[in-house]
C-alpha cells in the first residue's frame, strides 16, 4: 500500500495587483488549514493571464503575507511551468475552436433561445472541424457527457454537473497560447501533492469542471473547502478596484499586522482581542478547532 500523502495545501493568488483584505482572509485560512493539519503549505503565483500581471505584484504578495505572519515551504510560478500544462493537454480530447465570444453568443440564440445560467453554453460549433480554420484557434475540450459531482469537505454543499449540457466544451488552451486556469489549476494541484483546497467561494460552481478534468488525466481530487468571500457593508465584494485599502496600504500606512488579522478573524465571527498575530491564531484552533469554517483534515 502507498504511504498516505503528506497533507498539503496551497494559496494561489494572481499577481494583478495588491492584495485586498478579502485575499488575505482566504490566505490566512488556507495557512490555518495546512498548519493546523502539520503539513506543507504552497504558494502558487497563478500568472498565466500575461495582460493582467503586475510585475510587481509577486513581491508585494511575498511581503503581505511575511507581514502577516503568514508562511510557506515552497513557491511555484505558473509561467514557469507551462511544459506541464502542454502534456497534459496533449493527453486529452481536445480540438480547435475559431469562434470569438459574439459568433458563440450569436449561434446560441439561432439554435436555443437566450443562453441560461451565467456563462453561455458552447454549442459545439467546431466539434467536428473548425469553421474558420484560416483563424488562430483556441483549444476546447471535448467534455464527457456524465455527471460530475463534487462535495465541499467544509460546507458539505453538493454540485453536480453534467459538463455537455451545463457548461459546454470549455477552452483549455487560448488562441494567444495561454493555457486556461481550470487546467493549470488541476494540473499543478496534482503534481504539488496538494490534498486540501481552501479557495474562495467564487471558484464552487468550476470545481465539477475540475474534478472531471482530474478523472480524465488520472488524478485523485483534493479536498475542498470554499470559504465565504468578503464583502462591504453593502453586500459587495471586495476587489482591488472598489477602493477598499490593500493589505499593502495598511503595510506601509503603519497599521499593525495583528490588529489587521484580528480584523479578518472578526469578519469571520470569530471572538478574539483586538491585536493577535497568526501564531496565536493557530494556538487558538488547536484549542477551539469549532471556530473555524471547516473541519481540520490530516489524512487523505
Ligand atoms: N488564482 C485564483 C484567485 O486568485 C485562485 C485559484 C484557486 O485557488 O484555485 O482567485
Ligand atoms: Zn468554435
Known amino acids: 500500500m502507498a504511504a498516505a500523502p503528506v497533507s498539503t495545501g496551497r494559496f494561489a493568488p494572481s499577481p494583478t ?37 503586475r510585475d510587481w505584484a509577486y513581491d508585494c504578495t511575498r511581503r503581505d ?19 506541464l500544462y502542454a502534456d497534459a ?31 453561455p453554453v458552447y454549442p459545439g460549433t467546431c466539434r467536428s472541424g473548425s469553421v474558420n480554420p484560416q483563424r488562430p484557434a ?9 455527471e460530475s459531482y463534487v462535495q465541499d469537505a467544509g460546507t458539505r454543499a453538493v454540485l453536480c454537473q453534467n459538463l455537455r449540457r451545463d457548461v459546454g466544451d470549455f477552452v483549455l488552451q487560448r488562441s494567444d497560447g495561454a493555457y486556461a486556469y481550470h487546467l493549470a489549476v488541476v494540473v499543478d494541484d496534482a503534481l504539488t501533492g496538494v490534498t486540501n483546497v481552501v479557495r474562495g467561494a467564487d471558484l464552487w460552481t468550476a470545481t465539477p469542471r475540475q474534478v472531471a478534468l482530474q478523472r480524465a488525466l ?12 468578503m464583502t462591504d457593508y453593502a453586500g459587495h465584494r471586495l476587489a482591488k478596484r472598489g477602493g477598499a485599502p490593500s493589505v499593502r496600504d495598511l503595510r506601509e500606512g503603519g497599521e ?29 484552533f488547536a484549542l477551539q478547532p469549532g471556530l473555524l469554517p471547516f473541519p481540520i483534515t490530516t489524512a487523505h
Open 17 to 53: 495587483g495588491a492584495m485586498h483584505l478579502g485575499n488575505a482572509r482566504t490566505a490566512l485560512l488556507a495557512w490555518l488549514h495546512s498548519r493546523r493539519a502539520g503539513g506543507r503549505h504552497l504558494l502558487r503565483f497563478e500568472d498565466l493571464d500575461v495582460g493582467r500581471v
Open 65 to 83: 503575507l511575511e507581514w502577516l505572519g503568514l508562511d510557506w515551504d515552497e513557491e511555484f510560478t505558473q509561467s514557469g511551468r507551462t511544459e
Open 138 to 146: 483556441a483549444r476546447r475540450w471535448r467534455v464527457p457527457d456524465q
Open 256 to 284: 499593525k499586522p495583528e490588529r489587521v488579522l484580528a480584523r479578518l478573524g472578526q469578519s469571520l465571527g470569530w471572538t478574539i482581542p483586538a491585536e493577535v498575530t497568526a501564531a496565536e491564531l493557530l494556538e487558538t
Open 218 to 229: 488520472g488524478y485523485s481530487t483534493p479536498q475542498y473547502f470554499h470559504v465565504p468571500l
Open 89 to 119: 493537454l496533449a493527453r486529452l480530447d481536445t480540438y480547435p475552436c475559431t469562434c470569438t465570444r459574439r459568433e458563440v453568443l450569436a449561434a446560441i440564440q439561432e439554435s436555443a433561445g437566450a443562453p441560461h445560467g451565467e456563462e
